[in-house]
């Protein structure tokens, strides 16, 4: 479970996001809508570390991320608009390193996941070669592949066409019936099941 009580986040001087206040249990979905510059990049950054709120509380599973930020870490997948890869690698080498770092999973699950994303036969390619598309496929695979429990994703299918959407909505839904817990920026339509999901509304800050 993951929660934020309270969160306010500041960029520069000004406060981008004032008191949110949620609460997202596993086998649950958290997205996050709102206008450019309303705080959506800004408060998933907070909630994965990155960005520092300056006041309210994070926690998960009942406990303060501050308190115990190893065993955050271990649970935590986060994904951001950067992929995240080294694009010098290939798709075989990003996930190579991901697992020596601790953040890919079972090695035998590899072909299966990245047949379904449709990027298996660019296995020895390096990333600079990729499409845009195609470089969030295969970190999406990757995200997917570290079978963490909670999901912090920004956009999480920019750059994706109408079947890599579909590929990793499918992704989305296994997670939480897994007993995952997903949150989420969106500007696009995720179908994720209506049943599991919450819905955070972002207005842009006059502060």
Request: include cysteine; charge should be positive; charged fraction near 25%.
């Amino acid at each position: 479970m993951l929660s934020a009580r309270q969160l306010d986040v500041m960029r520069g001087s000004r406060t981008i996001v004032a008191s949110a206040d949620f609460c997202v249990d596993g086998g649950a979905a958290l997205l996050i809508h709102g206008a450019n510059g309303s705080g959506k990049s800004s408060l998933i950054a907070a909630l994965a570390g990155l960005l520092p709120p300056v006041a309210g509380t994070v926690s998960w599973r009942g406990a303060d991320v501050r308190d115990e930020p190893v065993r955050f870490r271990r649970d935590l997948a986060y994904l951001g608009h950067a992929d995240g890869c080294s694009g010098e690698l290939s798709v075989a080498e990003n996930l190579r390193f991901a697992a020596v770092l601790g953040a890919s999973g079972a090695r035998e699950r590899e072909r299966d996941v990245l047949d379904a994303a449709g990027v298996l036969p660019l296995m020895r390619t390096r990333l600079a070669r990729l499409s845009q598309g195609q470089r969030r496929r295969v970190a999406l695979a990757r995200l997917v592949l570290a079978h963490k429990p909670l999901w912090l994703l920004d956009e999480p299918t920019e750059a994706l066409d109408e079947t890599g959407a579909r590929w990793f909505t499918a992704c989305i839904d296994e997670h939480l019936r897994a007993g995952g817990t997903l949150v989420a920026t969106t500007h696009r339509p995720l179908p994720v099941d209506a049943a599991r999901t919450r819905h955070l509304h972002l207005a842009r800050s006059a502060a």
